[in-house]
């Protein structure tokens, strides 16, 4: 059974910098298309954030772009992704996703960025 372990989340002020982690467990490292990251903010739908695929090519989102950048270990099973220069916009629940031959989702991590 495949799990997605998120960790990281948090309370950071404006401008401050925070690092999730996700690491995916019961799969095996060859299976795994893509990694990344999605959010969710209050009455809002779920955005794509940051990915990372077998070959370490990222794809990150333009509203993200020059500020977060995502990673991964590929024998941990593992992707970070790195928050820079945060603003209150990117107050939500931070979800990892996980594509192999079906897609996985994490529980999700609350970051808030409040001053």
């Known amino acids: 059974q495949v799990q997605l372990t998120e960790s990281g989340g948090g309370l950071v002020q404006p401008g401050g910098s925070l690092r999730l982690s996700c690491t995916a467990s019961?799969?095996?490292?060859?299976?795994?298309?893509?990694m990344g990251w999605f959010r969710q903010s209050p009455d809002k739908a779920r955005e794509f954030v940051a990915r990372?695929?077998?070959?370490?090519?990222?794809t990150i989102a333009g509203s993200v772009r020059g500020r977060f950048t995502i990673s991964m270990d590929h024998n941990e099973n593992k992707v970070y992704l790195e928050m820079n220069d945060m603003v209150p916009e990117d107050t939500a629940v931070y979800y990892c996703?996980?594509?192999?031959?079906?897609?996985?989702w994490g529980r999700g991590t609350q970051v808030t960025v409040s001053s």
């Open positions: 990372v695929n077998a070959n370490d090519y990222t």
């Open positions: 019961g799969i095996a490292t060859e299976d795994i298309f893509t």
């Open positions: 996703n996980v594509v192999a031959t079906k897609g996985y």
